[in-house]
C-alpha cells in the first residue's frame, strides 16, 4: 500500500489572493519597464490599450481562465504556436489582406478578426467550449501577435516588444485568474454575454473598414499655382531676389 498522498489541486479560494498578487505585481513591474523606457513608455502602453487591442486580450483571458484545467496546456500551447506562425508568416498574410477593402489602413483588419475567433468559443456552453477553443486560439494568437508588431508606434524602438508583450500577457493573465479564482455561475453568463458583444463588435468593425473602400493610400491634392512666367508658383521670388518691386 504506498504512503504517499495525493497532491491536491489549488482551491479557487486560493487563487483569489494569486491573482490579486500578481495584477498588483503586473502593474509594478510594467510602470518599471515603461519608466526605463524613457519618454516613450506611456506612448508605447497606450498604443496597447486601444479599444481593439485589449478587448480580444480580455475575451481571450475569460476563455483561459474557464477553460478545463487538463485543456490549459494545450490551449496554451496552440495560442503561441499560432503566435509564431502570424510573427513568420506574416507577410503572406499581408498580401492575402491587401485585397480586402480598407484592411491595409487599419492593421489588416486583426483586431476585428481577433474579437470573431475568440468570441466564437467564448459564447459556447462551458462544455463545448474546449473543443472549438483549441483549434481556433491558433489563428487568434496568430492575429494578436500580428497587431503587436504594427501597433509599433515607433520606429522598431527596441522596448516597444517587450513592452507590449508583457502588458498583454498581464491582461491576459489577470483576467484568466481572476475568471478561475471567482468561478460562478453568473460569471460564466456574463462571459457569454461579453463573448456575443466580441462576435458583434468585430463583425461592424470589421464593416465599418471595409465600407471605405480604400484600396490605395492616395496622395492630397494640391492647389493649383498661377501662372508667373518660367517658373510658376515662384515668380514673386524671383522678382525680389533680383531687387525688381513684385507687381501687386
Not at 479557487?12 to 518599471?32: D, E, I, K, N
Not at 507590449?164 to 460564466?188: G, K, M
Not at 490605395?216 to 525680389?240: M, N
Request: with cysteine; proline share 8%.
Amino acid at each position: 500500500m504506498s504512503l504517499q498522498k495525493p497532491v491536491a489541486a489549488p482551491s479557487r479560494r486560493s487563487l483569489r489572493p494569486a491573482a490579486c498578487a500578481f495584477a498588483l505585481a503586473g502593474a509594478v513591474v510594467l510602470a518599471a519597464l515603461a519608466y526605463r523606457a524613457g519618454g516613450q513608455g506611456n506612448w508605447l502602453l497606450a498604443s496597447v490599450f486601444t479599444a481593439e487591442r485589449i478587448l480580444p486580450l480580455l475575451g481571450l483571458g475569460l476563455l483561459l481562465g474557464q477553460l478545463p484545467r487538463r485543456a490549459l496546456p494545450f490551449a496554451l500551447a496552440s495560442l503561441v504556436l499560432g503566435a509564431a506562425v502570424g510573427v513568420l508568416f506574416r507577410e503572406p498574410f499581408f498580401t492575402l489582406m491587401a485585397r480586402v477593402p480598407g484592411a491595409a489602413a487599419h492593421l489588416f483588419l486583426t483586431g476585428p478578426i481577433a474579437c470573431v475567433l475568440i468570441g466564437l468559443p467564448l459564447v459556447l456552453p462551458r462544455g463545448a467550449r474546449a473543443w472549438i477553443a483549441l483549434p481556433l486560439l491558433a489563428p487568434a494568437g496568430a492575429a494578436l501577435a500580428i497587431a503587436t508588431l504594427l501597433g509599433d508606434p515607433t520606429l522598431h524602438e527596441w522596448s516597444y516588444r517587450p513592452l507590449a508583450l508583457a502588458a498583454e500577457i498581464w491582461i491576459s493573465a489577470t483576467v484568466a485568474l481572476a475568471a478561475s479564482a471567482f468561478d460562478r455561475t453568473w460569471l460564466t453568463v456574463a462571459a457569454r454575454i461579453f463573448a456575443s458583444w466580441l462576435i458583434a463588435i468585430g463583425f461592424l468593425y470589421g464593416g465599418a473598414y471595409m465600407a471605405a473602400k480604400r484600396t490605395t493610400l492616395e496622395p492630397p491634392t494640391f492647389p493649383t499655382l498661377p501662372a508667373d512666367g518660367e517658373f510658376p508658383g515662384f515668380g514673386r521670388v524671383l522678382q525680389e531676389l533680383d531687387g525688381k518691386e513684385p507687381a501687386g
